[in-house]
Each structure stands twice: as C-alpha cells, then as structure tokens.
C-alpha cells in the first residue's frame, strides 16, 4: 500500500536533495571520526593495562605504530573532524528545513491565489491556514528524514569498523538493527493509522471553527451556541482519543526498540564469550561500537518513526498542491489595447457535471452598451456574469473579446478592463483610500477620489473623522450596507474598466443611495461596457438591451420595450413592481 503512493507521488523533498547528500555525507564522515575516536580510546586503554604503550596496526601492506602522544594525536584530531561535521550538518539541516517551510508556505499562498475560481470558492475559510499549520509537520519530516540519515550513515561505519574488529559483533550489530527494526513494523503500523485518523479529525474540528467565525451572528441569533460547542466537543473528544493511542504507540516503539535492542547485545555478548581467542582490544572496540550503534539504532527507530506519522499531513500537502496547480487556469499572453467586442458563443456551464446552471448562451456586447440580465432566482445570471469575468471558463462555447478567446488575453491586460461590483463588498482594514485603491499601485489617489465621487460616496467621505485616511473595516469603523456597496462601486470604477459586471448592486441600498447608483451608471453610459443584473425596473429601464435568462437558457434579448411585448417573465415582474409601487405610494 505504501508503496502504491510512494510510486504515485515523487519523493515530496527532491528539490532538497542537495541538502539531504550533504547531510547523508557528512554523516559517513562523522561515523569514521567517531571510529576513529572509539578505537584509539580502546587502544590507549589497552595500552595502559597491558603496560605497553605502543600501538601497533598491521592491515595489509601497513604496518604502523603509534605511541602515546601519537594515539593521543588521532583521538583529538578524530573528535575535532567530528565536532566540526556535526556543525555543519547542523547547519546544512537547518538551512534546509527552515527553507523548506518557507517554500511549502508560499507555495500554498501562490496556489491557493492562482487556482481557478471553482476550486478556489469551494475551499472552506480555514483551508489555507490549515495548509500552512501543515507545512510545520512537513517540515518536521525533513528534520526527521536528515536524522535518519546521518544516524544511518554513523551505523554504516559503525557497522564496517565492528566488522573489521569483530566479524561475529558486526553481525550481532547489523542483525540487532534490521531484527528490531523488523519486530517493530506492527507498532510503527498501529502508531501511524491512528496519526493518520486523528489527522482526519482535527482537519474537520478546524474547518467547523472556521465557520464559526464566519456564520457568528447567525449563530447568535438562533442562539445555537450550545448545540455547536456540544457537536465540537464530540468531535474534539474522538480526535483526543485517536492522538492518545497514537502517542501511546509511538512512544512503545522506542521504548521497546531500546529493549529489543539490547536484548539481542546480550546474546550477541554470550555467543562471543564462548569464543577461544579474545582479544581484549578487539572485544573493546565492538562492544563500544555496538553500545553506540544502538544509540543510533534507536535514533533511527524514532525518525523513522516520525516520518510515518508525518505522512499523512505531507499527503495532505501534496493533495492540495496537485489540486491548486492542477486546476490553476493557464492564460494566454496576447496584449490587447482595449477590450472590444465582447461575445459568449454557444455558451454553457455546468457545476459539478449535473446541475445545468447555462445552456446554449449567444450574446455579443457592444462596446458601451448596457445590458440588463433578468430571470427568476437560480437561473443562472451570477453563473454568466462569473464568465463574462473570467472567473469560470465555459463548460462548452466560447467566451471572445478583441477578436480572440478571452484565455488567451495577457492576465493583467484582462483584469485591468474587466471588473465587478459584487452584491456585498468586503472591505480590507484599511484606510478608505487603500480600500478603493485594493493593491492596484497603478491607480493615482486623485483617480480614487474621481470614482469615489462618481459612487456618490465622495461627500460622506469627507464627513469621517480623517477623511479618506479613516480606517475602516474593523469594530471601531465600520461603513453600513450602502456605504460598503458604494465603496464596491468606487473600487470598481476607479480601474477605469472597459467592462462592468454589476450582480444585484443596488438590492441592499435605500433608495436614495440607489437612485444615486443609477444616475452614476447612466453617467458611464457610453464609456464603459456595463452589464447589470437586477430586479428593479428602475435600474433595468436604463438598459439598452435586456436579457431574460429562464433555466439557464435565453428566452429573449432585445430593447426593454420590445422585451416587455415578449417574455411573460418580464412583464409579470414588471406589472408586480408596479403594483407593489403603487401599494407603497398609497
Ligand atoms: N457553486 C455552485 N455549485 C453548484 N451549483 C451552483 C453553484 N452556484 C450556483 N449553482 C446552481 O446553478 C444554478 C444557477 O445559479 P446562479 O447563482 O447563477 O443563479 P442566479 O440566477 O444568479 O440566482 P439568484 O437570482 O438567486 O442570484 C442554480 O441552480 C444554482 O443552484
Ligand atoms: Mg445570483
């Protein structure tokens, strides 16, 4: 089963394998030092208790002596080599995975942002935190992958020099590892199961906190605060559970790999004591390779651990990566000078491969022209406004302007002419004027104020405490739903757009505010292409063309007027504005 993903995925570190070579490196390195260490620590004690302080090496074609200083010599050069490979594998680990987390971070920013609207809507409000909680317990893989490198690189040659001294302890050494290793695949299988299932659990705890904060007042107000918190401590309760069989597992692979371990020493301990012919210096240097073999062992045991645990986030990872980058919309890099024409040829949409939001949708808008879009809720004139942005590609059909499909216009050519004004702006905390500006350095503060005023929000501007320098957006300074909608025009405007896209603009305003929104509108008649949903007929009278969406499907497009002769839709809507008018007036 692991292998199945292992073979799915590549190796989510390879763009730190330099790194991981250095480390694994530097590890052989640090193993032979610390042999080199151990023996002449072995050979000096020899020397001193069989009161012969010349050490004699006879390998081969060598043959060396060294005496007491000369041993002293390679122990102290041994432990410098030593200290210095362990800095800089410290070093080149840290460098690597603090690098790692910040590139797993920003990758999920740059991914989250880029992918297409579809996928980006659909996400829940805690998704990208999520994310970039995750990137820590990758990260925590790495640390775990570079230990168990340099912890196996020291058993390696600890292994090669046991062998050396001791053929029997190198295998007592080697066969210790692999059989611990071996005998704990149960443990280390239960441990990242129930990582795997309290990592499920906290992902659905964290996304039902972020709607907390996002349906708060709705939950006040039908004072369900009790149901929702009782909910969340049933649901916190299993994660605790499966976290707690998780770290009791965990923490009974270490313990019984140290055990197992030294289990297998002993034994290994007897059957050398049986041996003829000890030598002492021999016996030494194994045994003190073997002591420290284990202690590296049991790193490895942990790391190894470790990284099985951390699988299932690294997986999580990756899926929302694969996810991203996969649906991220690829655009063309044709620059236009201005949008033209914009036409929907044949168009149709369809979300999740069933529900036919448009069907067969031919349009083309002049440039200038205001067009009306009517039709009875849930027959799709957001899902044609979010084409006409660009937000949603066609099912099928075609989206043109300046003569060419809309995918392949330069990104910021096109979101530089195409803008909305969506039925309820959200406002940064900010200041008035980087609201209206939103990130867009290229529009001037003289440009924000002209849009400001064309909004009708210029005068109530002014009237704030520090005029366009007033923060905004938070508890202190909030705007009210006429005011934010008003901004959301300002901001819209202030681009100088080619093609306005309004969806119900005007439906939380009063109505002065909205009679001020339609004299703005009727003032950028001409300049701007503006496409405009809504009920009122007031706002659709402006139109020059209206068209009536019914299921998904064009029922009429023409001048109001002819529109009214038409379609039963419009003219029943129009006939009970009238009536409820008339009603309000009397
Ligand atoms: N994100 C979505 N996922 C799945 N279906 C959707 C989604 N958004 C809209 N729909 C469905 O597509 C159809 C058209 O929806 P759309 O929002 O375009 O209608 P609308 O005309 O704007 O309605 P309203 O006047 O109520 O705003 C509806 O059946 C709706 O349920
Ligand atoms: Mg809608």
């Not at 820590?136 to 050396?164: C, D, E, N, Y």
């Not at 209206?436 to 405490?465: Q, T």
Request: glycine fraction near 8%; charged fraction near 20%; hydrophobic fraction near 45%.
């Amino acid at each position: 089963m692991s292998s199945r993903t292992a073979s799915v995925r590549p190796s989510p570190f390879r763009e730190r394998r330099k790194a991981i070579v250095i480390v694994g490196v530097l590890a052989i390195v640090t193993g032979f030092f610390e042999t080199a260490t151990i023996v002449a620590i072995v050979a000096f004690i020899e020397g001193v208790t069989s009161g012969d302080l010349l050490w004699e090496v006879t390998t081969g074609p060598l043959d060396l002596a060294f005496d007491r200083s000369g041993l002293g010599l390679i122990a102290l050069s041994a432990l410098l080599g030593m200290t210095a490979c362990q800095l800089v594998s410290t070093w080149a680990t840290a460098r690597a995975t603090t690098g790692w987390q910040y590139q797993i971070q920003m990758r999920a920013i740059r991914g989250y942002m880029r992918t297409n609207w579809t996928i980006q809507s659909g996400e829940t409000s805690g998704s990208l935190q999520n994310l970039m909680n995750l990137s820590a317990a990758s990260t925590a893989s790495l640390a775990s992958l570079m230990a168990l490198l340099s912890a196996s690189g020291a058993l390696v040659i600890f292994a090669t020099g046991a062998f050396l001294a001791s053929p029997l302890a190198a295998a007592v050494l080697v066969g210790t590892g692999a059989l611990s290793m071996l005998a704990l695949r149960p443990v280390r299988a239960r441990s990242r199961e129930a990582t795997r299932v309290a990592t499920i659990g906290q992902r659905a705890v964290t996304e039902e906190v972020g709607q907390i904060h996002d349906l708060a007042q709705e939950i006040r107000v039908h004072h369900v605060a009790d149901t929702i918190e009782e909910a969340l401590r049933q649901k916190s309760w299993d994660v605790r559970q499966d976290r707690r069989r998780a770290a009791i597992w965990t923490g009974a692979g270490s313990a019984l790999y140290r055990s197992v371990g030294l289990a297998f020493l002993l034994m290994g301990a007897f059957v050398a004591s049986g041996q003829e012919d000890l030598d002492v210096a021999r016996i030494g240097v194994a045994g003190l390779l073997l002591l420290r073999g284990l202690g590296y062992g049991q790193r490895i045991q942990n790391s190894w651990q470790k990284l099985e645990n951390n699988r299932p986030f690294i997986e999580q990872i990756g899926d929302a990566f694969e996810l991203y980058e996969r649906h991220t919309p690829k655009r063309g890099n044709q620059r236009i000078a201005e949008l033209g024409p914009i036409e929907l040829r044949d168009v149709s949409y369809t979300y999740g491969g069933e529900i036919h939001a448009l069907r067969h949708v031919d349009v083309t808008l002049e440039p200038g022209e205001t067009l009306g879009i009517v039709g009875p809720s849930g027959s799709g004139k957001s899902t044609l406004a979010q084409i006409l942005l660009g937000l949603r590609e066609p099912s099928s059909g075609t989206l043109l302007a300046a003569g060419m499909p809309a995918m392949d216009i330069d990104a910021n050519d096109w979101y530089r002419r195409v803008t909305v004004v969506p039925q309820q702006p959200k406002l940064l905390r900010a200041s008035v004027l980087d609201n209206i500006l939103f990130y867009r350095p290229w529009i001037d503060e003289d440009e924000a104020i002209a849009a400001a005023k064309a909004a009708g929000l210029h005068e109530e501007i002014l009237a704030l405490s520090d005029g366009y320098d007033t923060t905004v957006g938070d508890a202190v300074r909030d705007l009210s739903g006429g005011q934010r909608q008003r901004l959301g025009i300002a901001r819209a405007l202030a681009g100088s757009p080619d093609l306005l896209v309004l969806d119900e603009p005007t439906s939380a305003l009063d109505a002065m505010s909205e009679a001020q929104v339609q004299e703005t509108l009727a003032q950028l008649k001409g300049s701007v292409t503006v496409v405009i949903i809504a009920h009122r007929l007031a706002t659709l009278n402006h139109c020059d063309r209206l068209l009536v969406l019914e299921e998904g499907s064009v029922r009429a497009l023409d001048t109001p007027a002819a529109v009214m002769a038409q379609n039963d839709f419009y003219r029943n809507a129009v006939e009970m504005q009238l009536v409820a008018t008339h009603d309000g007036a009397s």
